[in-house]
């Protein structure tokens, strides 16, 4: 069956970096979309970063744009999070999910929590001030 596993959470002071992977399993790695969301105390499960695996496209959301890196390494099945320059308002818990067995017009890389049928458990990330 189909396992997304996130690692890389923690805590970390405001301005600092961290990296978040996901290993993905159980299915053609390279027919796919894979996302990034978090989901923060009180507050809707967001998307921040998607790559169509097969083409290396991304999208962001603009609140971590020129912050954030989504890559992948195809070797390993598996896809990160490069996290710089991080604030307070970042902490949350981070999910990676995949979007398997969709397609979409040209060039689109999906990005809302609806459009991903699989989901990681979640890995937490503290920014302290």
């Known amino acids: 069956q189909v396992q997304l596993v996130e690692s890389g959470g923690g805590s970390v002071q405001a301005g600092g970096s961290l990296r978040l992977s996901c290993t993905a399993s159980g299915y053609t790695y390279s027919s796919n979309y894979m996302g990034w969301f978090r989901q923060a105390p009180g507050k809707e499960r967001e998307g921040l970063a998607a790559?169509?695996?097969?083409?290396?496209?991304?999208t962001y959301t603009d609140s971590v744009k020129g912050r954030f890196t989504i890559s992948q390494d195809n070797a390993k099945n598996t896809v990160y999070l490069q996290m710089n320059s991080l604030k307070p308002e970042d902490t949350a818990v981070y999910y990676c999910a995949a979007n398997i067995g969709r397609a979409y017009s040209s060039g689109y890389v999906p990005l809302l929590e609806y459009e991903y049928n699989y989901w990681g458990q979640g890995t937490q990330v503290t920014v302290s001030s």
């Open positions: 790559i169509w695996v097969g083409r290396n496209s991304t």
